[in-house]
């Protein structure tokens, strides 16, 4: 048999093993404790923000929803809305459209009696009296008839295909409109065509 090897232990250090054995639970017992109370005042802070967090989660997530509503509700009107002016511009632009039809139907009708005279008086008369309706019927869509002789060449009125020497008049001068232009209020609808003097 082994022996085992034994030191000489005394008793005084016999008793400070004692001691030390029975004493430190106790020692190591008294920080477990503070330890854990102030584990548990941290778990209940921990707890005390989460459920302030989910509050505040709540509280976003409801004004989410109804901010999301609102634009919903929005997006919904801005289309009818869309829809609406868009039925609206149709029904307009048909209307108007018939309206400049129907104020036409006088003016064939003169062509017709004009056509079915046969001397050149009254067809000439007739053609006059068309004209002069033509006229009323353009003014009453408010149209305005680009005349400019004498006038100061405008390109945003004008459209020059000639020019010519004219030492009695100023330079860019209209002498001469070859062919009348329409207008209707800033809208120009046919430029008039003009003699320029340089």
Known sequence: ?????????????????????????????????????????????????????????????????????QYLRLAAEYDNFRRRSQREREATYAEAYAEALASLFPVVDNLERAVMYADGENVAK?????????????????????????????????????????????ESIVVEVLQKGYRRGDHVLRFAMVKVAN
């Open 126 to 170: 007739g053609v006059e009296l068309t004209l002069k309706s033509v006229q009323e019927t353009l003014a009453r869509l408010g149209v305005e008839v680009i005349d400019p002789v004498g006038a100061e060449f405008d390109p945003n009125l004008h459209n020059a295909v000639m020019h010519v020497e004219d030492e009695t008049v100023g």
């Open 1 to 69: 048999m082994i022996e085992e090897k034994r030191e000489d232990v005394t008793p005084e250090a016999v008793a400070d093993e004692s001691v030390t054995e029975e004493t430190a639970p106790a020692e190591a017992a008294a920080p477990a404790e503070d330890t854990g109370r102030a584990s548990k005042s941290k778990v209940r802070k921990l707890e005390g923000e989460v459920a302030d967090l989910k509050a505040r989660l709540d509280e976003t997530t409801d004004a989410l929803a109804a901010k999301s509503d």
